[in-house]
Nanobody, 127 residues
């Protein structure tokens, strides 16, 4: 069973960058067999999918609002999935969660596709 932990959140000015990490804190070395997604929730708003990556890393998916700014990738040697966020905007402010599932046949931008969740990391974009 996975126990996901996110890191890398923080406060950044508009236009800045952050890199979020998602790892299995139990070091079971099985995260590479799971598809992983990043989802976010801002105060007063519904949770929304940001990006996802298949277990092989061959297929990625992005919400329209983050395309060309965010990049998801995985390093299975480190048992970690990353989300690089560039050109950050105030509207990107949210708690970011990583989630995992054996498969994400619907694309991985819906929360119900996932079985395991991390606790979240806060990202604040403000001047």
């Amino acid at each position: 069973q996975l126990q996901l932990v996110e890191s890398g959140g923080g406060m950044v000015q508009p236009g800045g960058s952050l890199r979020l990490s998602c790892a299995d804190s139990k070091f079971t070395l099985v995260l590479e067999y799971y598809a992983v997604g990043w989802l976010r929730q801002a105060p007063g708003r519904e949770r929304e999918g940001v990006s996802s990556i298949s277990s092989s890393g061959a297929v990625t998916n992005y919400a329209n609002s983050v395309k060309c700014r965010f990049t998801i990738y995985r390093d299975d040697t480190r048992n970690t999935v990353y989300l690089t966020m560039n050109s950050l905007r105030p509207e990107d402010t949210a708690i970011y969660y990583c989630a995992a599932a054996p498969k994400i046949p619907l694309g991985g931008l819906a929360g119900y596709e996932y079985d395991y969740w991390g606790q979240g990391t806060q990202v604040t974009v403000s001047s």
